[in-house]
């Protein structure tokens, strides 16, 4: 096996078959990818591509049709690999009936850690996740995002090498999905591994270093996320607000170097960075309403 | 019920166990062998083998911490599903109980037999249905929530959710058991009048081996007198017909305060009305010693029908020597125990024209009693042994099918372990006089009696091949199915206030919960070992 390889999967096709063994649906069709060590990987697709399918393969929880999983350099099927795996499912499937503590400390005893061991890890991931104040409640209370939360603590418990999230924004809000992005980066800046699929494509375009895009169970397009991003044809070049007199003057130097122009605009800013800055401003001054930075606020300053 | 404790015969049900568990998985063998070269050629045979090595593999690399841990999770989850409202139901059925069983109040003994039978029946009555349905629930539950993704994608053998929900859901069962026996066990207690506390006690019974003469002397098998129930055999009065029983392995310790303790419960068949006022037919004990050539009778004594007759002989008998000149003391256990400790024991009728029947089961030397709680504490361990092996079966079970339908399979398992087994047992046997299912059908449609033999000819040929079918299908259920009739056995004991025998009802109930272990464990295996959990 490469050194650098977590994952290798060649030529899986998954077949879902009915009680009497009759095809039903083709959900992978000879895939082929690999993941290498220390990477952000992103799967990506519509939904019914193959991504969740994929996954689940990689864990041993559905078996291929055809073609190989190295996983960690061991077959999917062996079960001493999970050792070294965390699992964020799609929905957080966990034990409603327990709390955050209870939750983690299970999880925590299904892998050779002390007592001791369980009780900082759990502490320190429900701080992380920023669970403290609610750790004490069963899960069955928890909104969406919480469980999410808990569950991306549950699959960082035994502080993998290979982190393996399904969908890991879905229910988040914009605050949680900034929080997600930040902790699978600080994943990859401990020289883990994360596989993530989602299609959520903004989500995936901050944080992936490589992706693949599914289509009906194949494989259409892999490589780096600025490789695949990058327009080599075009030049962009933002500044500060300029005058109607400098953009001409500035679309005649374009026209004098035999260039054109494409778009000459204003920007906006996104609603998710608006959205962001005001429950920051609001953490900071309480009691005072926000005034988002327009051009009408700068004009009355 | 006929109360007749045999010895249970270890060896002979390993042979029986190595023997059905053996072919049966031969017979798997063969089958997934086949399977796999049908649907993956020649390596389906390597897979088929590999398979048996990660049987092996995980079996020997289980980890008692993971075990625990989801063991811990299943009470918990148990717990929280609020089980515990059973001892509420409990706690209501013993408020009231006393209002309801007090009514034999004119036979103290009946009433201890009703008290005891009322506990037990409780408790394995609320235990084991909860039990049950915990048990076939919870993992189809896991499976449907999918929460079981985020178990076994953690280094986590599959075989040890399986071993972990056994663990946890006995743990739980023993606990609520070990509750409701202590409050069970001080309700007797409370309920017992005092003037009949010391019949609270567990009888230590020896049986012997019973052999009969007939009114010649000759050995026999003694007489039928026409009853239906063929449990007793009867001698004849006033003749030499004898019911001949040999203890085994008597000796002093064996007396109660320097007596021999004979404890008798023999049935009369009257050819005549005789002579009812002396309450019953006479009969007469003969103790002998063929090694010293002692044959040393007791006076005449009256069997009281229906009743317990308890006969307390000093061991120190007085007996006229062989010329009749003189009286000799002999002593039970010095004299009248043969070289090998066997004691024999001749019942013989005195009254002519009139039987007395007895079986095995029907004369006991009685030794000192234990406690009564060694007795009730033995039969909560009689409860004990079956939710065990429900669980074990119930979890088994919703490892391949849905939680409804592993209730249903589970209990109808119990049901017929329970109530058919014998049954099932004496058809197989050719005790019981049966024809097959197809035969009756055809008989009835026909019109045709059982006797009128079926006319030769491709139809005869078709039911007996299909009847032969059912018949063997019908083995198969009766090796595979539990005997549940086992564990009542034990409460029978209590309920008759004798201590449970280790051998003739201990060992059978844990030798058939033993002898589940493996196969619920290679079962449950390769139903989630093959199974894919995502799969809906």
């Keep these: 096996m490469d050194n650098e390889s977590v994952i290798q999967i060649s030529n899986l096709t998954k077949i879902y078959r009915d009680f009497w063994g009759r095809k039903k649906v083709r959900a992978l069709n000879s895939l082929s990818l690999e993941v290498k060590k220390g990477e952000i990987f992103g799967l990506l697709g519509p939904n019914g591509s193959g991504k969740t399918t994929t996954l689940k393969l990689l864990l041993g929880l559905l078996f291929p049709s055809e073609g190989e999983i190295k996983v960690l350099g061991q077959p999917a099927s062996n079960v001493e690999k999970n050792e070294h795996i965390g699992y964020l499912p799609e929905e957080s499937y966990l034990y409603r009936f327990l709390n955050a503590e209870e939750t983690l400390d299970f999880y925590g005893r299904l892998f050779k850690m002390s007592a001791e061991e369980r009780r900082e890890r759990s502490a320190e991931l429900i701080e992380k996740v920023g669970l403290g104040h609610a750790k004490k409640r069963q899960l069955k209370e928890y909104s969406k995002g919480m469980t999410r939360r808990i569950g991306l603590a549950q699959a960082l418990i035994n502080n993998p090498d290979l982190v393996l999230l399904d969908e890991p924004t879905s229910g988040l809000d914009p605050l949680g999905t900034d929080d997600m992005k930040r902790m699978i980066l600080e994943l990859k800046a401990q020289g883990k591994t994360v596989l993530m699929c989602s299609h959520l494509l903004a989500d995936v375009q901050d944080v992936c270093d490589r992706i693949a895009i599914l289509y009906g169970g194949e494989l259409k397009v892999m490589g780096r996320v600025e490789d695949l991003l990058k327009e080599q044809d075009e030049t962009q070049i933002l500044t500060s607000r300029l005058s109607d007199e400098a953009i001409k003057e500035i679309e005649q130097v374009v026209a004098k170097h035999n260039g054109k122009v494409g778009t000459i605009d204003h920007p906006t800013a996104t609603l998710e960075s608006l959205f962001l800055k005001t429950v920051q401003e609001s953490k900071e001054r309480p009691g005072q309403r926000f005034v988002p930075d327009t051009q009408e606020k700068k004009a009355a300053e | ?536």
Aim: proline share 4%; with cysteine; net charge neutral.
């Design chain 2, 1 to 536: 019920m006929s109360f007749d404790p045999i010895p249970y015969d270890l060896f002979d049900a390993l042979k029986h166990f190595l023997t059905v568990f053996g072919s049966t998985m031969f017979i798997a063998l063969i089958v997934c062998l086949l399977v796999g070269v049908l649907t993956r050629g020649v390596k389906g045979i390597g897979d088929v083998f590999l398979g048996i090595l990660d049987f092996f593999n995980q079996i020997t690399h289980l980890s008692c911490r993971r075990i625990w841990s989801l063991s811990t999770l299943t009470i918990r989850e148990s717990l929280r599903q609020k089980i515990l409202f059973v001892f509420i139901i409990f706690a209501v059925l013993f408020m009231f109980a006393g209002w309801f069983l007090a009514g034999a109040a004119d036979r103290p003994d009946l009433q201890i037999q009703s008290y005891i039978d009322f506990v037990l029946k409780a408790i394995s009555w609320l235990v084991i249905p909860i039990i049950l349905l915990l048990s076939c629930w919870s993992l189809p539950e896991d499976i449907r929530l999918r929460t079981i993704h985020t178990v076994v994608t953690k280094p986590v053998y599959r075989i040890e959710i399986v071993i972990g929900r056994m663990l946890g859901f006995t743990l739980l069962g023993s606990a609520i058991l070990l509750v409701m026996g202590t409050v069970g066990y001080i309700w007797i207690n409370r309920q017992v009048p005092e003037s009949v506390q010391a019949n609270l006690v567990s009888k230590v019974p020896i049986y012997g081996e019973i052999k009969f003469t007939d009114r010649e002397g000759a050995p026999s098998a003694g007489l039928n007198v026409g009853d239906i129930w063929m449990h007793r055999s009867y001698i004849e009065g006033a003749t030499k017909a004898r019911a001949i029983f040999t203890f085994k392995d008597i000796d002093e310790s064996d007396a109660i305060n320097d007596e021999l303790n004979l404890q008798s419960s023999f049935e009369a068949f009257r050819t005549h009305k005789g002579n009812m006022e002396k309450g019953g037919i006479l009969y007469q004990f003969i103790f002998v010693n063929k090694d010293k050539g002692l044959r040393v009778d007791t006076a005449p004594l009256i069997n009281k029908e229906y009743l317990e007759n308890r006969l307390k002989i000093n061991r120190k008998i007085m007996h006229e020597s062989e010329d009749g000149k003189e009286k000799v003391e002999v002593d039970i256990f010095d004299d009248l125990v043969d070289d090998n400790g066997n004691l024999t024991i001749e019942v013989q009728c005195l009254e002519a024209g009139q039987l007395l029947g007895m079986a095995r089961s029907d004369l006991y030397i009685r030794t000192p009693d234990h406690a009564f709680i060694s007795g009730y504490s033995k039969a909560i361990f009689g409860i004990w042994l079956p939710m065990v092996l429900v669980i074990m079966l119930g979890v088994t079970i919703s490892c391949f099918v849905k939680g409804p339908v592993a209730i249903l399979t589970t209990m109808t398992i119990v049901l017929v372990g329970f109530m058919s087994k014998e049954y099932m047992a004496e058809i197989l046997s050719g005790k019981m006089q049966a024809s097959g299912a197809i035969e009756a059908w055809y008989r009835l449609i026909t019109h045709m009696n059982s006797q009128t033999p079926l006319p030769d000819g491709p139809v005869k040929f078709m039911i007996q091949i299909v009847d032969m079918g059912i018949i063997n299908f019908l083995w198969l259920c009766q090796q595979i199915i539990p005997n549940f009739g086992i564990f009542s056995n034990m409460r029978e004991y209590v309920i008759k206030g004798f201590d449970v025998s280790w051998d003739a009802a201990l060992l059978p109930g844990i030798v058939t919960v033993a002898a589940y272990i493996l196969p619920c464990l290679i079962v449950s295996f390769y139903s989630l070992k093959l199974r894919e959990l995502e799969a809906k």
